[in-house]
Structures are given as structure tokens and as C-alpha cells.
């Protein structure tokens, strides 16, 4: 599995994930690297990424160059792809949509999984097919089914040259930090996007906090509410 299977669009984002990743700018990410990038970003690393990322080495140097990188993402997102397409039909309904929210432990009411379909389904067939899935999520150090999914349900803006601001912003400061840290410095550093992704950051952890009940609504409106404060910030 390699990199035929990304088209064009998923490949040129996947550009920028790689050079956010690659600390050091050698042209290769480490496994250092690599859990690094994915712990800046709060996200915890599985076994199984570990192992598909020690898999993807065909040079067997211990670092991953673009191409093996990107053959490392395509058998992630791939395997994420096909747990939420239960029937293996090849398309992701509405229906497996909510079944792998559920089965995540979020609630998640037909409307609403309606409506988080038509972000991803560019052709409008009421379908996501595998194109359709890598142009979106083709943003994330490493794809989870837990990340797709929440990044999936929060609605926040996938953009390119955003990761290395992310990094900066959550290396500087902890969770409370980050709140503080948003007014006109952050926004002179960050692109919107990160701006929204830190705010989202915040406002998930600070439901937590609340124990709130996990539903898409809450991913729904963490979401919301982070765009609206990053246009605060960043027009203001
Ligand atoms: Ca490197
Ligand atoms: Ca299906
Ligand atoms: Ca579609």
C-alpha cells in the first residue's frame, strides 16, 4: 500500500504534516519525532500506529523519508477507512458514521451524523468514499479512529502550514496557558486555523473537566464556539 492511493490534493497536505514532523529539517522523521509531534498535539499513540510506523521503514534506517511516510499514512487512514465501513462496501453511510461514534462512546442522533456527513462528501452522493476521506483528513501527525472521528464531529478548518504554529503555541504553554495566550501575540504568530484548533483544545478539555457527557453535540459546539473565538481574536 503507498502512495497511489492518495491523490493529488491529500498528497500536497501531506507535504506540510511531513515538514511540521520533521523537527530537525534532515528530510526524514524519527520515531522521536513522530511522538513528539503527536504528544504536542495531544494525541496519544497506539501500539498499532508504533508498529505501522516501524513497518513503513522499507529502508530499515529507523526514519520514515517522504515516500515511506506517506505509506505510513495511506495504511493508517486506510485501516481507520474501513473500521467505520462496517459492510466494506467501500463508502461510509450515514449509518456506519454513527455506529462508530457510538461504538467510541459518543452520543450521536441521526440529524447530526446527517449533517457531519455532508462536511467530508465533496460529490454529494451521500456517500465518503476513500478520496473523499484522505483529502479531509490528511492534516492529523498520525490518523486514529478516535482523532478522525472527533476531528470529524468538531468541524474545524483543515489547512495547510498550520502545524508548526500549533507546536509552538502548545509547547509554550499548558492548557490554562493557552487561554491566556489568546489575544493579539498568539494571533501574530498563528494562522487562524491554529487559533481555532487551540481554543477547541481548550473548550474539550475544560468539558471534561465539567464531566460533561461525550456526544458529537459537544465536539459540535467545542467546535463552533472555537471558530467564532478565533475570528474574535484574529479580526480584532
Ligand atoms: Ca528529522
Ligand atoms: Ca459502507
Ligand atoms: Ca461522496
Not at 476513500?130 to 472521528?149: D, G, H, I, M, Q
Not at 494571533?187 to 486555523?193: C, R, T
Not at 481548550?202 to 456526544?215: F, I, R, V
Request: proline share 2%; hydrophobic share 35%; charged share 25%.
Amino acid at each position: 500500500m503507498g502512495v497511489d492511493l492518495l491523490g493529488l490534493e491529500a498528497l500536497d497536505r501531506l507535504q506540510d504534516v511531513f515538514n511540521g514532523i520533521d523537527e530537525d529539517k534532515s528530510g526524514f522523521i524519527s520515531i522521536n519525532e513522530f511522538t513528539k509531534a503527536c504528544r504536542e498535539l495531544s494525541m496519544t499513540v497506539t501500539t498499532e500506529e508504533l508498529h505501522d510506523f516501524i513497518c513503513s521503514d522499507s529502508s530499515g534506517d529507523g526514519e520514515l523519508n517522504f515516500e515511506e511516510f506517506c505509506c505510513f499514512y495511506s495504511t493508517r487512514l486506510k485501516k481507520v477507512f474501513d473500521e467505520i465501513d462496517t459492510d466494506r462496501s467501500g463508502e461510509i453511510d450515514w449509518k456506519e458514521l454513527q455506529r462508530a461514534f457510538i461504538t467510541l462512546g459518543y452520543k450521536a442522533t441521526d440529524r447530526e451524523v446527517r449533517s457531519l456527513l455532508t462536511r467530508v462528501d465533496t460529490d454529494k452522493n451521500e456517500q465518503i468514499d476513500f478520496k473523499e476521506f484522505c483529502n479531509y483528513f490528511c492534516s492529523l501527525p498520525s490518523p486514529s479512529t478516535r482523532a478522525v472521528l472527533e476531528r470529524w464531529a468538531s468541524g474545524l478548518s483543515i489547512d495547510t502550514g498550520t502545524f508548526d504554529a500549533l507546536k509552538v503555541i502548545a509547547k509554550n504553554d499548558k492548557m490554562s496557558g493557552l487561554y491566556r495566550g489568546i489575544g493579539p501575540t498568539i494571533a501574530s504568530i498563528a494562522p487562524f486555523v491554529a487559533i481555532q484548533q487551540v481554543t477547541y483544545d481548550l473548550l474539550k478539555y475544560k468539558a471534561g473537566n465539567m464531566s460533561m457527557e461525550p456526544s458529537v453535540l459537544l465536539f459540535v459546539g467545542c467546535g463552533s464556539a472555537a471558530g467564532v473565538a478565533a475570528q474574535t481574536v484574529y479580526y480584532s
